[in-house]
């Protein structure tokens, strides 16, 4: 199994980007789905998952400004961040629960800075 993300980069604050993650590999199912990020000298958090349901969380700091969904039938989840701000810098990985197993992306670099 494998997690390919995509869409990170750099941005002005007040921006919009769109991440986007595609799961391959032998899978029966995918539970559930999400990101997080890891900004320079802090742990990793989670900042928005989304079940097989369509139900999702956010962190608090995101909500109102970032949207998850995921399109069952491609694997694929995807990260619409608005309104960035330069606390939302940091590297953004995808997070997979495929048959009750957890699988991580490679993690994209998200920089928002003037």
């Known amino acids: 199994v494998q997690l390919q993300a995509s869409g990170g980069g750099l941005v002005q604050p007040g921006g919009s980007l769109r991440l986007s993650c595609v799961v391959s590999?032998?899978?029966?199912?995918?539970?559930?789905m999400g990101w997080y990020r890891q900004a320079p000298g802090k742990q990793r958090e989670l900042v928005a998952g989304i079940l097989s349901s369509g139900r999702p969380n956010y962190a608090d700091s995101v909500k109102g400004r970032f949207t998850i969904s995921r399109d069952n039938a491609r694997n694929t989840v995807t990260l619409q961040m608005n309104s960035l701000k330069p606390e939302d810098t940091a590297v953004y990985y995808c997070?997979?629960?495929?048959?009750?197993?957890?699988?991580w992306g490679q993690g994209t670099l998200v920089t928002v800075s003037s």
């Open positions: 590999g032998s899978i029966f199912s995918i539970n559930y």
């Open positions: 997070k997979a629960n495929a048959d009750l197993r957890p699988y």
